[in-house]
Structures are given as C-alpha cells and as structure tokens.
C-alpha cells in the first residue's frame, strides 16, 4: 500500500515546477500515519489533485523523493530498471577514450534519487544514500550482474547524508570482493583505487574533465603545487603534461602513499615530484616558494547547513593563502564540493580571498564535474562540485 501525502496549501508550486524533494514543513497530513522509511508515496495538493510519486522517510527532512510525475508509475522495480538503462546507454555514448572508470548512476540527475554507481574497470561501487533506495539494494545488484557481468560490486554507503535519513554506514560485497586495489585507466593514466577503504567510492571520478583541462594549462617546466592532493591524480596530470615539479601535499599518510604508487604506475619520479604529509593551511603559511600552477580541492567543508559560515571562512583562507604563493602570471584551479555552499556564494568567497591577498585575479573558466555527473535542471542542489580557472597578475 502507498503512503498519501497531502500538501499544505500553496505548497506545490515547487513540484509543479519539477523539484524532487518535498521536505517536512509542506506536508499537511499522512496517511497511514506511521509509515515505514522507504514506503512508496503518492503526493497530493491541498485540494485533492495528485501531483507525482516517490518516496517517503519519515525519519528525513527530506520526507519525499519525487521519481515520478505520471500517474500510475511508481518508485519499484520496473522503474528501476528503465532508469538504470537510460542511466548507463548514455554513459556509453560519452565515455572517453583510454578511460575505464565513470559514474554510471548519478542520483537525481538520473531520475534515481539516492542511487550512484561507479565502475572501475570492470568492477562496480554501488552508494545507497537514503532509505528508498536501500530498499531496491537487492533489485539494483541483480540488474547490474545481468547487464554489465562485472568482476565484483561493492557497496560504501557511507555518506553522512545516511544519518539524515537514519541510516547506519554499510559497507558488503553485493557480487563478489573486490578485494584491496583495482588498477584503472582514466585519458591513457594509470590509478589504483581501493573501493574498501578509499574516500568517496574510491576515487574522484567527478574531477576527471578538470584534471585534463589542468594538464591542458599547465606550462612547460612549470612549477605546480597540489593541495589536498589524495592519491595524486591531479599530479600525474600536471608532470605528464610537462611541468618540472609538482609538490602534493595530503594530511593522510595513507593518501600520500598511494600518490606515491600512483607516479610510479605512471613513471613519474616521487624525487622531482615531492610528496608532503601535511595540513595544507599550515603548508602555505610556512611555504616561500612560488608556484606557476596551483590546484585547491578540499574536501567537504560544510556537510551541513549550520557549517557553511564556518566553511566560508576557511575557503576564503585556503584561498588567500593560495593566491599569495601564486606567481605573477599563474594559474589558480579551486574548487569547493560542499552542496551547501553554492556557487554564487563560492565566487563571493573567491573574491574576497582576492582582494585580501591584493592580487588582480580574471576568472578564465566555470568549472564542474564531467558530463557522466549530470544534474536534473529542477535540482540545481545537484550541482555539489563548483570551481574557478584563475589567472593572477
């Protein structure tokens, strides 16, 4: 049986106009009134009009995602598995040459709320970000055995946004163990990924299309620096593409280590390219030297609403800091992937960080993730990765 969901009244505006997420303070009543989290749902206006299908958690904010707006299409296994082909044939239209490793499912941007899959060479990391979709886990693991026969599918589910939805974090082989490592290919470079204990699914695939663009920019015997540099994919790009000296700095030995393995699979001397295990606020501050080429990626530093004023202070110092061991006519690649902080308020940060590090800054590029992370224009939310090619004088 479905849960009905009734609006308040003047609530439905943002479902007409396509949003996915009906959050708690829109609903007027529910019926039955103790539904289990991931129950299917039909939403209705105030004045008995359904609206769409979806659905419900009563432990999230978030209390509907929205999957459908025809009548008598609901969140299931059928839907799944036209969403899931749709997903991964467009992904087989634009996967680039030399490269074996992409997101397959990107959530709301597929049309499947709280679903990503990732492939790594032939094997699969599933991430299952709320209650509904754990309850198509199952569902999900046999489409994708029967449809791309891979070597293993794992699961890391363990995004904060679970405990939002008063999920724990789960991380079991759904088809086999992936075990340790898995060696992919990404433009013709050469990565080992651990998708049991690495970050994200264990790699970040979303930055792909800004490391080749950074290798793209980057001078001939430049001198580049990487900060919060993870296993060094953004290094490998830089010294591939010609720069003399690329310093990686991670606060993670663990990162450091594999950054290490990682120039080496790509026969990048870790001699001409220092590794550094080290906070990367602290690295600017006591570093002189100056750099052609300067990467920022943190990672998330504002999980939540309540850290993104927090957060904006540190992006601004990160970026100060950078901009001032930036040479004269360098180039800056900084980004944020905190979903709280958008991006007009990244490039109100950006700026000020300009003006306190008194430097003339031109903004050459808008920067995102790839075209295998695409975003539903009704859910700019969606659009998490932002960031900025700059040139300073």
């Given at each position: ?15 007409l ?21 991931g ?15 979806g659905?419900?958690?009563?432990e999230?904010?978030?209390?509907c995602?929205?999957?459908?707006r ?27 040459p ?12 597929d ?12 094997g ?26 891979p ?31 898995v ?35 980057t001078p ?18 830089l ?55 300067i ?40 980004f ?22 008194g ?14 992370h695409?975003v ?5 939310e ?12």
């Amino acid at each position: 049986m479905n849960v009905k969901v009734t609006l308040r009244r003047g609530r439905e505006r943002p479902i007409l106009n396509g949003h996915p997420w009906i959050f708690s303070g829109a609903v007027e009543s529910i019926s039955p009134e103790e539904p289990e989290p991931g129950s299917r749902c039909d939403v209705y206006s105030a004045e008995g009009e359904w609206l769409a299908a979806g659905y419900f958690n009563p432990e999230s904010q978030i209390i509907c995602r929205l999957v459908s707006r025809r009548q008598g299409e609901e969140w299931g296994p059928e839907l799944l598995g036209e969403r899931l082909e749709q997903a991964a044939a467009f992904r087989e239209r634009i996967i680039p040459p030399e490269t074996d490793c992409l997101r397959i499912v990107n959530s709301e941007g597929d049309g499947l709320p709280g679903i990503i899959v990732d492939r790594y060479g032939k094997g699969l990391v599933v991430e299952l970000t709320t209650a509904g979709a754990e309850q198509m886990r199952d569902k999900l693991a046999k489409w994708l055995k029967k449809r791309f026969k891979p070597s293993f599918i794992y699961e890391s589910s363990t995004a904060p946004a679970r405990t939002q939805e008063g999920l724990g974090e789960v991380r079991q082989a759904l088809h086999k163990d992936p075990g340790s490592r898995v060696e992919v290919t990404e433009y013709g470079h050469r990565f080992l990924v651990d998708p049991v204990e690495g970050q994200k699914t264990g790699f970040y695939l979303d930055q792909r299309e800004n490391r080749r663009l950074a290798a793209h920019w980057t001078p001939k015997g430049a001198q580049a620096l990487n900060l919060f540099s993870y296993s060094g994919a953004f290094t490998v790009y830089l010294a591939g593409a010609g720069a003399s000296s690329v310093v990686s700095v991670d606060s993670s030995e663990k990162a450091i280590a594999l950054a290490e393995e990682n120039l080496a699979a790509n026969g990048i001397s870790a001699k001409d390219n220092p590794l550094v295990i080290a906070d990367a606020f602290d690295y600017l501050r006591k570093c002189s030297e100056e750099f052609d080429l300067i990467v920022i990626d943190p990672p998330p530093l504002a999980r939540r609403s309540s850290h993104v004023r927090k957060a904006s202070r540190a992006y601004k110092d990160i970026n100060r800091l950078g901009l001032s061991r930036l040479a004269a006519g360098g180039l800056m690649f900084t980004f944020s992937c905190s979903g709280h902080v958008g991006k007009r308020l990244f490039q109100q940060i950006v700026f000020s960080a300009a003006l306190e590090a008194g430097r003339e800054v031109r903004v050459l590029a808008h920067l995102g993730a790839g075209p295998d992370h695409p975003v539903s224009l009704y859910h700019p939310e969606g659009e998490y990765l932002k960031g900025f090619l700059l040139y300073a004088t």
